[in-house]
């Protein structure tokens, strides 16, 4: 049975299509107040991917979360998140950007 199924007369109860998943969710996130250009389902795997690390999980449960052949591909997670911690960045923003 699918995951996510739909509720129209057209196609009750068939898969719905990726494009489907991807306007519920926008319309959802924009009820939510994160009215946003950038922010698409997929932003809520990157979320996903972070929040799991950012709490100790290892990158192998979070390749296997979401469905990663290859670890490295997970690894592009870990490097945001060890830039993150990078305060480089901040430190250069606040020098130029000084009240």
């Known amino acids: 049975a ?3 199924a739909s509720a129209s007369s057209r196609n009750f109860g068939e898969r719905l299509t990726t494009a489907s998943i991807s306007r519920l969710v926008k319309l959802q996130l924009i009820e939510a107040g994160l009215k946003n250009e950038y922010l698409t389902a997929h932003s ?10 950012l ?3 290892s990158l192998a449960n979070v390749q296997m979360i979401l469905r990663h052949q290859n670890i490295s591909t997970t690894m592009i997670y870990a ?3 060890d830039r993150t911690k990078n305060k480089g960045e ?3 923003a606040d020098a130029l950007f000084e009240d």
């Open 90 to 92: 901040q430190t250069v």
């Open 79 to 81: 490097h945001h998140i």
């Open 2 to 4: 699918p995951l996510f």
């Open 44 to 53: 809520l795997r990157h979320t996903c991917a972070t929040q799991a690390l």
């Open 55 to 57: 709490n100790g999980e």
